[in-house]
């Protein structure tokens, strides 16, 4: 039996959860060997190739990518800053409280999906985004009431929600924008953009980078952060936002804390305190309630 639309944008951002998730985790391995401008770089380059050669086998044209291409750099764009400042605050902070900034981007995306796209959210949906926040917030002031009644938000903390706003941007840019184009030629347009903006801001680090003196496991988790994390999650994220409300698409987000204390532990054996995963149960909450009345 075919999936509905609505199943398969669903099935999208379950994938995507679980593989984005993977890529803080990686990401923390080898931030501070690389610079993050030459890392993205590069992992851009080599995703377009990727997607290109995916549209060849599959004959999907490419010429639409280049009819208005502004908007695709715009998209683009958004996600380069997404990632280069993932990793930049990855080298200062760690991979589970990046995660958890990363979850406050549903309540996000709902209030650009209002602006941009004109998608309104229930009640509902606003109490379940604003458990998901409040989940999130305690993940990221590591469950210290008297840091948070003092706001004392770390630098790659403060640094990554820039990110994560422009990550929330992209559901509805990419609905109002791209919904003319396959979700492969979208990918295409979104990474070649990206790839742009990021060559342009880190140009100095990516021609002073000594690539031959890079290790395997540096290059290993480019290659992932490349193919899975840039191509297959760009393809994802635009297939969904054309299935789902803005917010439905980022409602899984509140997957990636959980997904990264599991990859943790099976790593590296990492448990996290029993006052932090409170945090983390909210924001499942958060996703139970967004998702209740679905059909699956």
Excluded: C
Aim: hydrophobic share 60%.
């Amino acid at each position: 039996m075919a999936l509905s639309p609505s199943r398969q944008g669903h099935l999208a951002m379950l994938s995507f959860s679980a593989l984005v998730s993977l890529s803080f985790s990686f990401g923390h391995i080898v931030a501070k060997d690389i610079p993050p401008a030459a890392l993205n770089t590069v992992r851009f380059a080599l995703a377009a190739a990727v997607l290109l050669a995916i549209a060849r086998v599959l004959r999907v044209p490419i010429r639409p990518v280049f009819d208005r291409f502004w908007r695709f750099a715009l998209i683009g764009g958004l996600m380069a800053v997404y990632f280069i400042t993932m990793f930049e605050a990855l080298r200062v902070t760690t991979a589970v409280s990046t995660a958890a900034v990363f979850t406050l981007t549903p309540l996000m995306a709902a209030g650009f999906g209002l602006l941009i796209a004109g998608q309104r959210s229930g009640r509902w949906t606003l109490i379940a985004l604003t458990i998901g926040a409040i989940g999130a917030i305690w993940v990221i002031f590591r469950a210290d009431l008297a840091a948070l009644m003092r706001f004392e938000v770390g630098r790659g903390e403060a640094l990554f929600t820039l990110g994560a706003l422009a990550h929330a941007l992209v559901p509805a840019v990419a609905r109002k924008l791209a919904h003319d184009v396959k979700p492969l030629q979208t990918s295409i347009g979104s990474v070649m953009g990206a790839l742009i903006v990021a060559g342009i801001y880190g140009f100095r680090d990516v021609v002073s980078t000594d690539y031959a003196a890079l290790s395997s496991t540096v290059w290993l988790v480019i290659a992932y952060l490349a193919i899975v994390t840039t191509a297959g999650t760009f393809f994802l994220v635009q297939f969904a936002s054309q299935r789902l409300p803005a917010s439905k698409v980022m409602a899984y987000t509140y997957l990636v804390p959980s997904w990264v204390v599991m990859w943790e532990f099976l790593f590296k054996g990492t448990t996290q305190p029993l006052a932090l995963m409170a945090g983390v149960v909210a924001t499942l909450l958060a996703l139970v309630m967004l998702l209740r009345g679905e059909a699956f």
